[in-house]
């Protein structure tokens, strides 16, 4: 058997798992994300009278990923059935604590961001043993422990400030480099692997169905003890590129994407119900709701209306959701 011949049944078993597993859960994400798009390039085009330039796409994605890291946590969550709302909290603790200690080289800037990433995890990590554990409601539990992350945060670093190493900088989010675009890939074939590892598996059998899950052995407390460690490493995640966007930290940093990234989980079409999505609709969320700020700058939108038109967006896309999910379970029925 030849090379060539060998290869194609590969591509093929792969084509097959992104289109069971992927696809299906895409396509509002996608829809709005090429709505935004448009968008993007009418008001830019109209305003600046060129299209976009590369540093500008690279500069959009830079600021993008942040929210494309928690929204990615967050989807991980939701497709247990739970919801985290500390994750402003939690990135807020590392925005503070990697701006606070990020001036002092390059081995002490990569130690602390490397120690933040820890410290995350083992945050998010507190949040699924009171969860899974105490058996307490997700939205309580992360509403409470959403106030002593972002307690801690003041306390690190009382007042906006701190810096980041330029050589940092241009490794993480460089405009003249597409190290977004490199970062951004890494994700995806970082949720691409884990959908397909046991650990992966376990969390949409969770979802699913949680009690048929443990009545099959699998261990439904530690799964959701992993889930939220996870989301906690991606807060983590957002934080440093947060940092290293802005070059300075802010206490309060986390507090928009509390919102902001249940929003791109709704756009990005995965049930709050759980068991059912694809992190890969939630990043496309997270890019279109990034998007829609760049769209609101550049129609000469006064910015004390942007929340609102940002809240328009979102009940619109939740609207195009439950639209989506209708016409689906019609389709079940009629076949």
Same mark, same amino acid.
């Given at each position: ?79 247990? /059935? ?13 925005? =503070?604590?990697? $701006?606070?200690?990020?001036? =002092?080289? *390059? ?43 972002? /307690?801690? =945060? ?6 906006? /400030? ?8 241009? *490794? ?42 443990? $009545? ?48 791109? *989980?709704?756009?990005?079409?995965? =049930?709050?119900? /759980? ?6 609709? $939630? ?53």
């Amino acid at each position: 058997m030849t090379g060539t011949e060998t290869s194609a049944p590969v591509r093929l078993r792969w084509w097959r798992v992104l289109r069971r597993h992927t696809l299906p859960h895409l396509s509002l994400g996608y829809a709005v994300l090429a709505a935004t798009f448009v968008a993007y390039l009418v008001v830019y085009t109209g305003r600046l009278q060129h299209l976009p330039t590369p540093f500008d796409y690279l500069s959009l994605l830079n600021t993008s990923l942040p929210l494309i890291f928690v929204a990615i946590g967050q989807s991980l969550v939701v497709l247990t /059935g739970g919801i985290d709302l500390s994750v402003g909290g939690i990135v807020s603790l590392g925005v =503070a604590i990697v $701006a606070a200690t990020s001036g =002092a080289g *390059v081995a002490a800037t990569l130690g602390w961001m490397v120690t933040v990433l820890i410290i995350c995890a083992a945050c998010g990590a507190v949040n699924g043993i009171i969860i899974a554990k105490g058996r307490i409601a997700p939205i309580l539990a992360t509403l409470a422990t959403l106030s002593v992350y972002g /307690g801690l =945060a003041l306390k690190v670093l009382p007042v906006p /400030g701190g810096s980041v190493d330029p050589q940092v900088r241009a *490794v993480l989010t460089n405009p003249d480099l597409p190290t977004g675009a490199i970062w951004l890939g890494l994700a995806v074939v970082g949720w691409l692997v884990l959908r397909r590892t046991r650990f992966g598996m376990r969390v949409f059998a969770v979802g699913s169905d949680e009690a048929s899950a443990r $009545a099959v052995g699998i261990p439904a407390v530690w799964v959701k003890v992993g889930v939220y460690a996870l989301a906690g490493l991606c807060c983590g995640l957002a934080a440093v590129f947060y940092v290293s966007t802005t070059t300075s930290g802010d206490p309060n940093a986390g507090d928009p994407y509390i919102l902001a990234s249940i929003a791109a *989980v709704v756009v990005g079409g995965i =049930a709050f119900t /759980g068991g059912r999505g694809s992190a890969l609709g $939630a990043i496309a969320g997270a890019l279109a709701l990034s998007l829609v700020i760049d769209v609101l700058f550049f129609a000469g939108i006064d910015p004390l209306y942007q929340s609102l038109f940002q809240g328009l967006f979102l009940v619109v896309a939740v609207l195009l959701g439950g639209g989506v999910a209708v016409i689906r379970r019609l389709r079940k029925g009629v076949s």
